[in-house]
T-cell receptor, first 112, second 116 residues
Framework: DQQVKQNSPSLSVQEGRISILNCDYT??????FLWYKKYPAEGPTFLIS?????DKNEDGRFTVFLNKSAKHLSLHIVPSQPGDSAVYFC???????????FGKGTSLLVTP | DAGVTQSPTHLIKTRGQQVTLRCSPK?????VSWYQQALGQGPQFIFQ???????QRGNFPDRFSGHQFPNYSSELNVNALLLGDSALYLC???????????????FGPGTRLTVL
C-alpha cells in the first residue's frame, strides 16, 4: 500500500515561473517530511524538510508547505531554473523508526 | 570528502543466483540503509544497519540479508534471485550524532541489478 502519493508523474514549467509539486500521505503517524531531487545516474539528493510541528519551511528558492489536516504537502520552487529539471521525490518518516517512505516521484521539466 | 559509494555500478545475474552489493558510507557516518527502486517507483526501504546490527527492516523476504562491518561499510545480499528483483539498489548513510531520528540520509548513485 502506497502511504505517500505523488499523483502527478510529470510537470512542465517555464523558466522563471513557479513550480508546485504536490504530495499526499495516508499515515497519520508520519511526523517528518522531506523532498529529494534525483538526476539520472545519480542518487537522490536531499532538498528540504519539514517537521509536523511546522506548516512552512523555506530555503532559498525552495519552500515546503505542510497541511496536516489534509495530509498534504507541497514544494514550491520560485523562480524555476532549467537546472531544476529532475525527478522530485516526496518522503515521510514515522514517529517511530528510521525508514523513509517515498512517493513515486514527479518529473519536473523547466523549459527556457 | 567522498560521498556514499556503491559497487558495482551495474550487474547482470540469472534467476536463482545470489548477488552481493557493497556500500561505503560518507565519511563520519555510522548508519547505513538500503532501498530498492523498481522502474517507475519510488525507493522502498529494505533495512537499516547500525552498530553492525539490523535496526529496522522493511517488507522484504528473508532472501534479502545484510551486514555492516566495523568500518561502517555494508553489504546487501540477495539469494535465489527472481526476475522481480531487477531494480536500482540504493544505499544511504547517516550519522546518529547529527539530528537524532531526523538525521539526513545521503544516498549513493546505486547499483543497477538486472535479473534474466
Amino acid at each position: 500500500d502506497q502511504q505517500v502519493k505523488q499523483n502527478s508523474p510529470s510537470l512542465s514549467v517555464q523558466e522563471g515561473r513557479i513550480s508546485i509539486l504536490n504530495c499526499d500521505y495516508t499515515n497519520s503517524m508520519f511526523d517528518y517530511f522531506l523532498w529529494y531531487k534525483k538526476y539520472p545516474a545519480e542518487g537522490p539528493t536531499f532538498l528540504i524538510s519539514i517537521s509536523s510541528i511546522k506548516d512552512k519551511n523555506e530555503d532559498g528558492r525552495f519552500t515546503v508547505f505542510l497541511n496536516k489536516s489534509a495530509k498534504h504537502l507541497s514544494l514550491h520552487i520560485v523562480p524555476s531554473q532549467p537546472g531544476d529539471s529532475a525527478v522530485y521525490f516526496c518522503a515521510a518518516k514515522g514517529s517511530v523508526g528510521y525508514a523513509l517512505n517515498f512517493g513515486k516521484g514527479t518529473s519536473l521539466l523547466v523549459t527556457p | 570528502d567522498a560521498g556514499v559509494t556503491q559497487s558495482p555500478t551495474h550487474l547482470i545475474k540469472t534467476r536463482g543466483q545470489q548477488v552481493t552489493l557493497r556500500c561505503s558510507p560518507k565519511s563520519g557516518h555510522d548508519t547505513v540503509s538500503w532501498y530498492q527502486q523498481a522502474l517507475g517507483q519510488g525507493p522502498q526501504f529494505i533495512f537499516q544497519y547500525y552498530e553492525e546490527e539490523e535496526r529496522q527492516r522493511g517488507n522484504f523476504p528473508d532472501r534479502f540479508s545484510g551486514h555492516q562491518f566495523p568500518n561502517y561499510s555494508s553489504e546487501l545480499n540477495v539469494n535465489a534471485l527472481l526476475l522481480g528483483d531487477s531494480a536500482l539498489y540504493l544505499c544511504a548513510s547517516s550519522s546518529t550524532l547529527s539530528g537524532g531520528r531526523y538525521n539526513e540520509q545521503f544516498f549513493g548513485p546505486g547499483t543497477r541489478l538486472t535479473v534474466l
